[in-house]
């Protein structure tokens, strides 16, 4: 990375933005996903940029719902393609699922683009690229999703979404789980899960605890989905932010 040694203490933030900067520069993230990288930075910097026991248990019910899902769907942003490109792929593998691009701001060079660069960390079924259906409720170019993919699937992963696309994809009467690290955004009180984590952490996670539970009996995973409670764990990933600050700044923060 640039000229930043690994021993600067916020070397890994500073990876993560310069990856969403190359996104750019390859034309894969849109220029509204720097801004979106530096609120998430803020929110992270809150957090102690690490994974919290609130996400953890965001990231065991996620797992659960994915390996219980009949039609799972990953869908892929401009920032998730810039950031976790390999372990997006990875995850797809692990849990038989598809990819679709399903990008904001949409033009169909970027979509592409998106779809060629996940092809190229192996991904074997990239949709998105030929919408053919709708998403009821949202206007045209964001409403645009694919049958078989998005638009039929049951459990929809999708990192980094917009609010009203969220919502959208619930009344649909899908599952719908996120990573945002605003545990206040609407995006985060709407879903069905909420990872309040970055996605560079979250999705290694993801993808270790989907190995681990694969071999649990479907009562066990449905006991952990039934008992989990997205309220509840974004209060406490609001607590530990502040406990966060507290420990770090007791004179400014108690
Ligand atoms: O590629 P596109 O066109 O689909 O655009 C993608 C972005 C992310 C730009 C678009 O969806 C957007 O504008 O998103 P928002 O509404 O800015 O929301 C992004 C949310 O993700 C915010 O709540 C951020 O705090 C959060 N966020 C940003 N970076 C990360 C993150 N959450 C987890 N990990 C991150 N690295």
Known sequence: MSDVPPSHPRYASLLTREKVVEGVERGITGLNGLIAQGRGEALDYLLGEKTTPPAEEAERAAAALLLLAERPVLSVNGNAAALVPEE?????????????????????????????????????????????????GLDHARAKATRGGIFDADVVFVPLEDGDRCEALVRMGKRVITVDLNPLSRTARTSTVTIVDNVVRALPNLITLVEEMASLREAELLSTISAYDNRAVLRRSVEAMISHLSRQFPDLVD
Do not use: C, Q, W
Request: charged share 35%.
């Open 88 to 136: 997006m792929v990875l995850l797809a593998r692990k849990i038989g699922a598809p990819l679709e691009v399903n990008i904001f701001y949409r033009t169909e060079e970027r979509v592409r683009r998106i779809a060629d660069h996940l092809r190229s960390f192996g991904a074997e079924e990239v949709l998105g690229e030929e919408p053919d259906a709708s998403i009821p």
